[in-house]
């Protein structure tokens, strides 16, 4: 159950002319934009619009009485040493022509405060136009993605990753790869049939790099024993026979081919590097265990060197033996395994 606490006051952690430009000039600042801030910088406990207590709030809202069309959605701020900030606008609320009560109340309101000074009816008003803008700004920040970052207990990604099946606690951070990056590609993940347009767009936009892919490469696959031929075997001739200890495959295997690269971007790509694992992982995380696949890194022209002394390069993957024409074109001699890589 709530309890009564002390009011809130805003942290340090506006940037600190923060309110010297608002007061100036509020006009130029819309309701959201500074409720955001609040929202975002604030420190309470819960967003703004969640709180049953409007005392822990980092701010007051209120409307000011008044018969203006409004010119934008704050017309005053004003800070209270005891006590949290109170914006003040005209766009919504009890008075005003646009609001529900008669327009002689608002008459009315407007001249106890100018003639007489007395507040009563407007702060009474002012209870529930707090909790109503409140809420209304509430309504508009949980259907923003973006807004929803601004607190650690957002829920928007939640929402989007359960879509490709990561909603769990349990499901994040498993591997190199930055969730919200998953998140970002959720409509080529969520699809139920891979296909190469996907991989190659989450992979192209992930490293800015060019991608492309080539289907149906050969392979061999090698036969358990019990499947090979043999003297005790009852396999029929011409149907299920097959000699030898392994078989031609073309149907479960791609191949990636990234670039042509620079010298720079090529080394990237080496087996046991930082991006060398984030593709495998993005590969596993698209297409699973069930197709085989290598890569082919393509490296420019321009930068292929032979071996000189004092430079090193690993060998089989950066290093080419005497000059390389450059009518030859781009190097394409390198083709890694990362999966079988890692195994060794």
């Known amino acids: 159950m709530d309890t009564p606490s002390d009011p809130v006051t805003p942290t340090n952690t506006l940037p600190p002319d923060f309110w010297q430009k608002l007061e100036a000039d509020p006009y130029r600042f819309g309701l959201y934009?500074?409720?955001?801030?609040?929202?975002?910088?604030?420190?309470t406990?819960?967003?703004?619009?969640?709180?049953?207590?409007?005392?822990r709030e980092p701010v007051r809202l209120r409307q000011e009485p008044s018969m203006?069309?409004?010119?934008?959605?704050?017309?005053?701020?004003?800070?209270?040493?005891?006590g949290p900030?109170?914006?003040?606008?005209?766009?919504?609320?009890?008075?005003?022509?646009?609001?529900?009560?008669?327009?002689?109340?608002?008459?009315?309101?407007r001249e106890r405060i100018v003639h007489h000074r007395d507040h009563t009816l407007s702060a009474f008003a002012d209870i529930f136009h707090h909790r109503l803008i409140a809420l209304f700004y509430r309504a508009w920040a949980d259907a923003q993605s973006t807004v929803s970052l601004d607190r650690p207990e957002e829920n928007f990604s939640r929402h989007v990753a359960s879509l490709i099946n990561q909603g769990q606690k349990s499901l994040k951070q498993r591997d190199s790869i930055m969730d919200h990056a998953k998140y970002f590609f959720a409509g080529h993940l969520v699809r139920q049939t891979r296909n190469p347009e996907g991989i190659i767009q989450i992979l192209k936009t992930f490293f800015n790099i060019n991608v492309s892919l080539k289907e149906f490469v050969p392979q061999w696959i090698e036969l358990h024993p019990s499947q090979q031929l043999g003297l005790n075997g009852s396999m029929g001739l011409g149907k299920?026979?097959?000699?030898?200890?392994?078989?031609?495959?073309?149907?479960?295997?791609?191949?990636?081919?990234?670039?042509?690269?620079t010298r720079s971007e090529f080394d990237q790509?080496?087996?046991?590097?930082?991006?060398?694992?984030?593709?495998?992982?993005?590969?596993?995380?698209?297409v699973g265990i069930e197709l085989n696949w290598d890569v082919e890194v393509v490296l420019k022209k321009e930068d292929i060197k032979g071996i000189r002394l004092g430079e090193a390069s690993p060998?089989?993957?950066?290093?080419?033996?005497?000059?390389?024409?450059?009518?030859?074109?781009?190097?394409?001699?390198?083709?890694?395994d990362y999966e079988l890589r890692e195994k060794l």
């Open 315 to 336: 060998l089989g993957l950066g290093t080419w033996m005497g000059l390389r024409p450059n009518s030859a074109g781009d190097a394409h001699d390198v083709v890694i």
């Open 85 to 109: 900030p109170v914006v003040s606008i005209l766009s919504y609320g009890l008075f005003g022509p646009n609001g529900p009560l008669p327009l002689h109340l608002t008459e009315y309101v």
């Open 68 to 82: 203006a069309f409004a010119p934008s959605t704050i017309c005053d701020v004003d800070r209270d040493k005891d």
């Open 33 to 43: 934009h500074v409720l955001r801030w609040l929202d975002a910088r604030s420190g």
């Open 269 to 286: 790509f080496m087996p046991g590097t930082s991006k060398a694992k984030q593709l495998t992982h993005w590969l596993r995380h698209y």
């Open 45 to 55: 406990r819960k967003p703004l619009g969640r709180d049953s207590l409007p005392s």
């Open 240 to 261: 299920d026979t097959i000699l030898g200890s392994s078989v031609r495959d073309a149907q479960h295997k791609f191949r990636l081919l990234l670039g042509p690269l």
